[in-house]
Structures are given as C-alpha cells and as structure tokens.
C-alpha cells in the first residue's frame, strides 16, 4: 500500500511539480483568473457594483466553488496544452468545450441544490454571459501568447539564420485529420528525426503512440518529455532493435498499428564506410523486416525516412538507403497488382538531405569546437550539402504520407545549397570569436562534394504543395528484388566486406565510391542488377 502511495507521489511530482510544467501552469493560472475576472464582470453588469461590493463575501465563496467546475472542465480538455500552438483550431475548441462543461456543471449545481447559506444564488443569466466573457477573453491572450512566441522563436532560433531561405510554412490541418485518433508506430523513435516527428504527431492526439527505438537513454528522456507534455496520450516505449523480428511482429500483432514512420537507421557515412554489414543488417534487413510486418498486420500506410545520399550514391550508407527505397517501391508494386482495387498497405519514400541540428550534424560539432577555442574542421573548401531544420523536415515527411498513394518517391525543395566553410564562418561569427580558425581536412571516406535529389535520368513532378515534388523513379520486379536481397544476406553473414559491396553495387549499378578503398570494384564492369 505505501509503495502504490509513493508511485502516486512520484508522479504527480513528476507531472505537475517539475520544471517542465512551470508552462502548463502558467497557463493554467491565467485562465482561472481571467475566468474569475469573467464572472466579477458578468455579476456586475447583471446586479450592479454596488451589490457586488455588498455582499463581497458571500459572492467570493460562491465563485470559489464555481471555479472548481471550471478547474475540471480544463482538466478534461486539457486547455494549458501545446504552448507553442494556442491558435490551432483543435486548441481553441478544446478551450471553449472546457468552459462549456464548466458552465454546466454550474448551471447544474445551481439547479439540483439551494446553495450553502453563507454562499450568494447566481442566476443562470450570469453563467451564459460568463461563458461568453470567459471565451472571448481566453481567446484574444492565446492570440497575444502564440504572436509573442513566434517573435520569441524568430529572434532566438539560430539554425533559421543559416539557412539562404525562409523557414518551410506547412498547413497541418489535414495531417491532424488523417492522424487524430489512430494508431501510430514510429521507429527511430528516439532520434532527431523520429523524436520531433513524435512530438508533431502528438499534438493531434492519436489514439496510441508506439515508439521503437534502441537506444534506452534517448528513448526514456523521450518517455519523460511525452508524459510532461501529453501526459493525456496512450504511450508506449519500447526498447528493441528493428532486426528483431520476432519482437517486432509481437508488437505489430499486438497493436495493429495504422501508419508507420520508419525512420531508425545508422546514418554515418564515414562509419558505415567502415562497416558495411552492420549497414546491410540495420537498414536493408531492419526496414524489410518492418515492411512486411506492415502489409502482413494491414497497415494503411508506411512512410520510410530516406536521404538524399541515397541518389547516385557514392557510400555504403547511402547506398544501403537506395537498396530501402528499391524494396519498398517493389513492395507497393507487387501489391498493386495483386489488389488492383486497393485495400493493402501503400508504401511513401520521403527524401531529404541534412537537418540543422540533428544528432551527429556539423552544427553541433562546430559549436563544440569553437567552445574549445577551434580549430572548426571542414572536409574541403568547395563541399555544399542541402539543409532543412528538424520541424519542417518531419512537417514535410508528415504531410508527404499525407498526400501519398503509394509508391511515391517524394523529393522536397531544400532551397539552394550551403557551402558548409560559409556555415563554418557564420557560426564563428555569431560566437563572437575571432581566434578561431577553420581547418580544412579532406573529404572523408565516401564523401563527394555536393549532394543531388535525382538519380540520373529521374524526371519529377510537381503537388499540391510546391515544397514537395514526386521523383519518377525506375520500376523493380518485386521477385527480383527479393532474389537478390536473400543474396546479399547471405552474403552479409559471411562478414566479407567486400563481397558485400560488390553484391550492392549489382543492386544499385549507379553505386560508384568515392575516397573509399571500394573503389576498385568499380572497374569490374559486369556489375548491374541483372547479375550475379
């Protein structure tokens, strides 16, 4: 009994007397006393100041009970939610449902019993006009809230800075209307990428959140910051690896998700450079497993995270995406022709190139660096890469699974490259620093210059959104690739390294290393998906 009472303890502690949810409780707090100036308001206007002022004690009491009806009306609807997004529809509906149930369990009150003798009688009147006060004034400061926050974010947000463009704007009614209520699993979970799009998904209150992710510190400060923030929502964590097939289809039966963000994947080229079997086990067998999990559990639909190294790929990373991208397209294919009339899981490739900020990215390395005095490395003087920050990459994803059918390749617009010695520089400048020097290193294993969005001969198309555009990729038979994939895994258990390469440079002919010691495969010309 007194180890329940202590878990009760811990978490209200945890949820309402944190840090964290000083916000909440700051909304919270202003709503109760702009309702309680509401009804002072209202009261006056009904039967005067002068009785107001007469019978201040007794009327005191009153809207003290009062507000506790209020108080649970917030509770239900939870109205001090989502700081950052008080304008949305959603929000503000929920604000003026809260005060709804609050008037009426008043109204209610007032009915069933003659109040306490030492309380005043508020006339039903007095309830509506408090209702209609109360919402038009919580209205107008969550208006004056969200203007102030975006000016906040504006002034504060140094990665909008660095990019040459204007932040991506995204209308996200109709990702809220396809998400709201429903099942979704993320895996990745823990990422940057899987995190924020976590954190988007969560301000439409899905159903269920099924968060996979294998790394335990990240995954429980994510399990702290949902439970702060939309303690509300049904979320669960799970620390697994996605080649774990068995444990992946117990939580595919067990949840029957309805979407699937697959973002989990070892993204460093360098490393990967290194290892290419774990790359092959991770990404290739990992996002397979995942695929057909999802068609066998009936998902409607599954977005994969790739990138845009994957696009004439001159690493083993990236490559390792091109070969998730051709499975997946397949996949979608071989179901499109066996239900022509639809009914299976559609399946939607998202490509972009790097985020600002993300785990492992230049700008925190460089931060780092000029912290310690520098000097700031830089692979080479000309290298460029494509940015997006980490709200709008995932807003886009998410909006990508949106609009997608199945089979989709979808490229977005990541404005004009940056050269990565210009970011070097703005971040030095910023930091007020000027004994900081910049070194140039040489590009790393599998590193080209500059990053494309098309493979060779790849046309596009445009969509509703001009930030977002349908790469016209090259068809696979579903049967051949699946040939071919049980080759390399064969292949892959043998750990030969470059047995592994060569059966990748098959798969994706347009594969060619760069600064790598692959690159003497690249000179044995039978290398193409037809062979062996």
Not at 294 to 310: C, L
Not at 366 to 388: L, W
Not at 487 to 511: C, H
């Amino acid at each position: 009994m007194y180890k329940s009472i202590d878990n009760i303890v811990y978490k209200l502690k945890k949820w309402y007397f944190s840090r964290e949810a000083l916000p909440f409780w700051a909304i919270a707090t202003l709503d109760i006393i702009l309702i309680f100036m509401s009804m002072v308001l209202m009261y006056s206007v009904v039967y005067g100041p002068a009785h107001l002022v007469g019978n201040a004690l007794q009327i005191l009491y009153t809207f003290l009970i009062d507000m506790v009806f209020y108080c649970i009306g917030m509770r239900v609807f939870h109205t001090y939610a989502d700081v950052s997004r008080l304008l949305e529809f959603r929000d503000l509906s929920r604000t003026a449902f809260a005060l709804l149930l609050g008037t009426v369990l008043c109204m209610a009150l007032r009915w069933a019993v003659d109040l306490l003798p030492f309380t005043e009688q508020v006339p039903y009147r007095v309830f509506v006009l408090v209702f209609v006060c109360a919402t038009v004034l919580l209205c107008v400061w969550r208006a004056v809230a969200k203007t102030m926050f975006d000016i906040v974010r504006e002034n504060i947000r140094e990665e909008v800075e660095l990019l040459p463009r204007r932040e991506i704007e995204i209308n996200m009614e109709k990702i809220g209307e396809l998400l709201s209520g429903k099942r979704v699993l993320v895996t990745g979970a823990a990422g940057s990428i899987g995190s924020e799009i976590v954190r988007q998904i969560a301000s439409y209150t899905p159903d269920k959140l099924i968060l996979i992710d294998q790394a335990e510190t990240p995954m429980h400060d994510l399990m702290l910051e949902l439970q702060n923030k939309w303690s509300y929502i049904d979320a669960l964590f799970f620390v697994a690896t996605i080649t774990d097939k068995e444990r992946m289809a117990k939580i595919f039966s067990q949840y029957k998700p309805d979407y699937v963000f697959h973002t989990a994947a070892y993204k460093h080229v360098p490393m990967m450079e290194d290892n290419p079997c774990a790359s092959i086990f991770n990404n290739v067998m990992g996002t397979r497993i995942i695929a057909d999990l999802a068609v066998e559990n009936k998902v409607k639909k599954f977005v994969m995270i790739s990138t845009d190294k994957a696009v004439n790929p001159t690493n083993v990373m990236g490559c390792s995406k091109r070969i998730c991208e051709i499975y997946v397209q397949s996949l979608n294919d071989h179901l499109k022709k066996q239900n022509p009339e639809g009914g299976h899981t559609q399946f939607v490739t998202t490509r972009f190139g790097n985020v600002l900020g993300s785990n492992g990215s230049v700008v925190p390395l460089f931060k780092r660096q000029i912290e310690m005095g520098g000097p700031v490395t830089v692979a080479h003087p000309d290298i460029i890469r494509y940015f997006m920050l980490i709200p709008e990459a995932c807003a886009l994803v998410l909006e990508a699974g949106t609009m997608g059918h199945g089979g989709e390749v979808f490229v977005f617009d990541m404005g004009q490259p940056v050269k990565i010695a210009d970011l070097a520089k703005k971040l030095i400048q910023n930091s007020g620093r000027r004994d900081v020097k910049i070194q140039y290193m040489g590009l790393r294993k599998g590193e080209k210059l500059y990053e494309e969005v098309l493979i060779k001969d790849e046309e596009e198309r445009p969509t509703s959104n001009t930030k977002i555009r349908i790469a016209k990729v090259r068809p696979y038979e579903y049967e051949d690739v699946c040939r071919h994939l049980d080759e390399l895994m064969e292949k892959n258990k043998t750990y030969d390294e470059m047995s592994v390469v060569r059966k990748m440079k098959m798969i994706v002919p347009e594969f060619k290393s760069n600064n790598s010691k692959y690159e003497l495969l690249d000179r044995n010309s039978d290398l193409n998906f037809g062979g062996g």
